[in-house]
């Protein structure tokens, strides 16, 4: 008899359950009441059956049952609950009939065709977040309003180092305590669940730091059921890897910087120490070539053009540094390009003779205009210059020209008809250290040159080009924004050459220096080529200000860089005090940005002349120093560079 109804039961599509009407548990199920419900069938059979219907009117039905009333049912309705807490809406048949020497209660019962689809709609959603949360790359966590876990994924057992004996254990405990052990810092997990309690319906974020070194961003949002807040979803990401890129750069960005400060150290060291020789040279020979007979005066113009060559690459090498360091500075103006034409072409016609080359300047009287920097600009048309004189043929042509089209940019051009330049070789023509073509021992030069113009032309906004074949010549191209007349407020200090040349005939000059070779040469220059009524010196910041204290002089020159003290430091103290704060006083230096200059200027400076001194530059800065102390209203230049 047991083994017919087994026999039954393995061969029902449908649920079939035997219960004990007076314990009421199931005695036998059929396979298909496992497949459903999803349990096993030793944790089927043993269960109340009240475990299974669940729903009021089925609790009242076997609370009947279990006191001897009974009723059958015919295709009625019922819910039944799964191993996982979910339901199933079922058409059931029950009746009560012998089973041997003892009475049963058997159920016939079958998902019904809604909750089937229902179901399987269910199952399909499931297995479909199931395989999303698995394939993302965060990790994982969704829990209810009390912060029970509702469900998480491997990627988040695995951030959090999560054994499998603590996840088979299913004790939300045991994973917040496993949590709370890996955190850096004994607060941040409270702080945290903290957080997330006060933020209800709010997104939180949270960094956190693992005692692994590992680092995880941590987010939550909360999600909603049929309008109520039922929980949050928190995901968890691992930045370790950015952590230690973003703290590589950091290292990396804290080294250029430092890198750039000592190269700016070093420029500003470098300009000080190069110049200060040079100033002796160039200023000795300027004083020996006015004075001296006339083989002597051919020598002395040996030396300066000498000097005045290796001055300009020191410039080269210091503008090339100050270029890569970013402290490079230009000062936009209106620059009238006829006057730096002529410039160039003057300080280069020495050069040409000594070739026979003729230069043919085509820029004069077309009163063109252009945006940039004045100092900038005469660097770079004097490097093309005299790169086309050196470059060129003995007894050949140097032109200047210049174009403008319409509402269009202004084009500089420098042309010869020289020796040429292959295509291979213009490739290399703006590379720092880069000189092409061949016999290049035979030409002066730092191989520079080009690279630093370019950079100054890029500064201001415009390009440096070049057209060349070998043979016939090569032609430079400077490109730069076209303006149409000047717009500038100040005017050259040159322009006041009204003065008389004895304007300094019965005026004091103080001249503070710790150096022996300038001393020399301001004394020198001031009173046998500026005629300076008195010339006292200075070879200390100490003794310069007690002398201009003592003598109040009519003016003062201090170099910036002084032993005991600063220029700064020098005129705080001299503007402080009512005996000298009406002094004009000039600074002279060896190094110095146009950021350091225009802090001078604000300081009280009148004047910022750099190393090596030219005659003609301190004649015109003296001058206008003069006439703005007997004049206030006449402005001097804010300081004048090579």
């Given at each position: 008899?047991?083994?017919?109804?087994?026999?039954?039961?393995?061969?029902?599509?449908e649920?079939?359950?035997?219960?004990?009407?007076?314990t009421?548990?199931?005695?036998?199920?059929?396979?298909?009441?496992?497949?459903?419900?999803?349990?096993s069938?030793?944790?089927?059979?043993?269960k109340l059956?009240?475990?299974?219907?669940?729903?009021?009117a089925?609790v009242?039905?076997?609370?009947?049952?279990?006191?001897?009333?009974?009723?059958?049912?015919v295709?009625?309705?019922?819910?039944?609950?799964?191993?996982n807490?979910?339901?199933?809406?079922?058409?059931?048949?029950?009746?009560?009939?012998?089973?041997?020497?003892?009475?049963?209660?058997?159920?016939?019962?079958r998902?019904?065709?809604?909750?089937?689809?229902i179901?399987?709609?269910?199952?399909?959603?499931?297995?479909?977040?199931?395989?999303?949360l698995?394939?993302?790359?965060?990790?994982?966590?969704?829990?209810d309003?009390?912060?029970?876990?509702?469900?998480?994924?491997?990627?988040?057992?695995?951030l959090w180092?999560l054994?499998?004996?603590i996840?088979?254990?299913?004790?939300?405990?045991?994973?917040?305590?496993?949590?709370?052990?890996?955190?850096?810092?004994?607060?941040?997990?409270?702080?945290?669940?903290e957080?997330?309690?006060?933020?209800?319906?709010?997104d939180?974020?949270?960094?956190?730091?693992l005692?692994?070194?590992?680092?995880?961003?941590?987010?939550?949002?909360p999600?909603?059921?049929?309008?109520?807040?039922?929980?949050?979803?928190?995901?968890?990401?691992?930045?370790?890897?950015r952590?230690?890129?973003?703290?590589?750069?950091q290292?990396?960005?804290?080294?250029?910087?430092?890198?750039?400060?000592?190269?700016?150290q070093?420029?500003?060291?470098?300009?000080?120490?190069?110049?200060?020789?040079?100033?002796?040279?160039?200023?000795?020979?300027?004083?020996?070539?006015?004075?001296?007979?006339?083989?002597?005066?051919?020598?002395?113009?040996?030396?300066?053009?000498?000097?005045?060559?290796?001055?300009?690459?020191?410039?080269?090498?210091?503008?090339?540094g100050k270029?890569?360091?970013?402290?490079?500075?230009v000062t936009?103006?209106?620059?009238?390009?006829?006057?730096?034409?002529?410039?160039?072409?003057?300080l280069t016609?020495?050069?040409?003779?000594?070739?026979?080359?003729?230069?043919?300047?085509?820029?004069?009287?077309?009163?063109?205009?252009?945006?940039?920097?004045?100092?900038r600009?005469?660097?770079?048309?004097?490097?093309?210059?005299?790169?086309?004189?050196k470059?060129?043929?003995?007894?050949?042509n140097?032109w200047?020209?210049?174009?403008?089209?319409?509402?269009?940019?202004?084009?500089?051009?420098?042309?010869?008809?020289?020796?040429?330049?292959?295509s291979?070789?213009?490739?290399?023509?703006?590379?720092?250290?880069?000189?092409?073509?061949?016999?290049?021992?035979?030409?002066?030069?730092?191989?520079?040159?080009?690279?630093?113009s370019?950079?100054?032309?890029?500064?201001?906004?415009?390009?440096?080009?070049?057209?060349?074949?070998?043979?016939?010549?090569?032609?430079?191209t400077?490109r730069?924004?076209?303006?149409?007349?000047?717009?500038?407020?100040?005017?050259?200090?040159s322009?006041?050459?009204?003065?008389?040349?004895?304007?300094?005939?019965?005026k004091?000059?103080?001249?503070?220096?710790?150096?022996?070779?300038?001393?020399?040469?301001?004394s020198?220059?001031?009173?046998?080529?500026?005629?300076?009524?008195?010339?006292i010196?200075?070879?200390?910041?100490?003794?310069?200000?007690?002398?201009?204290?003592?003598?109040?002089?009519?003016?003062i020159?201090?170099?910036?860089?002084?032993?005991?003290?600063t220029?700064m430091?020098?005129?705080?103290?001299?503007?402080?005090?009512?005996?000298?704060?009406?002094i004009?006083?000039?600074?002279?230096s060896?190094?110095?940005?146009?950021?350091?200059?225009?802090?001078?200027?604000?300081?009280?400076?009148?004047?910022?002349?750099m190393?090596p001194?030219?005659?003609?530059e301190?004649?015109?800065a003296?001058?206008a120093?003069?006439?703005?102390?007997?004049h206030?209203?006449?402005?001097?230049?804010?300081?004048?560079t090579?």
């Amino acid at each position: 008899m047991t083994l017919s109804v087994e026999l039954l039961l393995s061969l029902s599509d449908e649920m079939l359950i035997l219960v004990d009407p007076r314990t009421l548990h199931i005695i036998q199920a059929s396979p298909s009441v496992t497949k459903w419900l999803q349990f096993s069938k030793n944790e089927i059979e043993g269960k109340l059956i009240t475990d299974i219907e669940c729903a009021l009117a089925d609790v009242f039905f076997w609370q009947s049952v279990q006191s001897g009333e009974f009723s059958a049912v015919v295709n009625g309705e019922g819910i039944y609950q799964d191993a996982n807490g979910g339901t199933l809406t079922v058409e059931k048949t029950v009746q009560q009939f012998e089973l041997g020497d003892k009475s049963v209660i058997g159920i016939r019962a079958r998902v019904s065709t809604e909750s089937k689809v229902i179901s399987d709609a269910l199952e399909q959603v499931t297995a479909s977040l199931q395989s999303t949360l698995e394939s993302t790359a965060d990790g994982i966590l969704v829990t209810d309003l009390q912060g029970r876990i509702i469900n998480l994924n491997r990627r988040f057992a695995h951030l959090w180092s999560l054994s499998d004996t603590i996840l088979a254990q299913r004790q939300d405990k045991r994973v917040y305590r496993a949590m709370a052990k890996q955190l850096f810092g004994p607060t941040t997990w409270r702080s945290l669940i903290e957080d997330v309690r006060q933020a209800r319906d709010a997104d939180t974020f949270h960094s956190l730091t693992l005692k692994s070194r590992r680092f995880l961003e941590s987010r939550s949002k909360p999600f909603v059921v049929r309008g109520q807040l039922s929980g949050r979803v928190f995901t968890f990401t691992d930045i370790t890897e950015r952590m230690r890129t973003q703290t590589e750069l950091q290292a990396a960005r804290d080294q250029a910087v430092a890198a750039s400060g000592a190269k700016t150290q070093f420029l500003n060291h470098m300009s000080h120490e190069l110049r200060t020789p040079l100033n002796a040279i160039i200023g000795f020979a300027q004083i020996i070539k006015d004075d001296a007979p006339a083989k002597q005066r051919e020598d002395a113009d040996h030396i300066l053009q000498a000097g005045w060559h290796l001055l300009a690459l020191v410039n080269e090498a210091l503008d090339l540094g100050k270029v890569e360091a970013g402290r490079m500075e230009v000062t936009m103006q209106n620059v009238c390009i006829d006057e730096i034409a002529s410039a160039c072409t003057s300080l280069t016609e020495q050069l040409a003779k000594k070739r026979g080359i003729r230069i043919w300047n085509n820029i004069t009287h077309t009163h063109q205009y252009v945006k940039g920097d004045p100092l900038r600009l005469r660097q770079i048309v004097l490097n093309l210059v005299s790169n086309a004189i050196k470059y060129g043929r003995d007894g050949g042509n140097v032109w200047l020209s210049s174009s403008h089209d319409e509402r269009g940019p202004t084009y500089i051009t420098i042309r010869d008809d020289g020796t040429g330049i292959s295509s291979e070789d213009q490739a290399k023509l703006f590379q720092e250290f880069s000189r092409v073509g061949e016999n290049q021992q035979h030409v002066e030069g730092t191989g520079i040159g080009l690279a630093v113009s370019q950079k100054m032309a890029l500064l201001m906004g415009g390009m440096i080009s070049v057209q060349s074949k070998v043979t016939e010549g090569s032609c430079f191209t400077l490109r730069l924004e076209h303006v149409e007349s000047p717009t500038n407020e100040s005017s050259p200090v040159s322009g006041m050459g009204t003065a008389p040349a004895t304007f300094l005939a019965d005026k004091t000059v103080l001249y503070i220096d710790d150096d022996d070779t300038n001393r020399a040469i301001f004394s020198i220059v001031l009173k046998k080529k500026l005629g300076a009524g008195k010339v006292i010196l200075a070879a200390s910041g100490k003794e310069g200000i007690e002398r201009a204290q003592t003598v109040q002089p009519d003016v003062i020159v201090s170099d910036m860089n002084l032993g005991d003290m600063t220029g700064m430091e020098i005129l705080v103290v001299l503007k402080a005090d009512p005996r000298t704060t009406h002094i004009p006083i000039m600074a002279f230096s060896g190094s110095g940005t146009r950021e350091e200059i225009e802090i001078a200027k604000k300081a009280g400076f009148l004047h910022y002349l750099m190393k090596p001194l030219q005659i003609q530059e301190l004649a015109d800065a003296l001058r206008a120093m003069i006439a703005h102390t007997e004049h206030p209203a006449i402005q001097p230049n804010t300081h004048k560079t090579l």
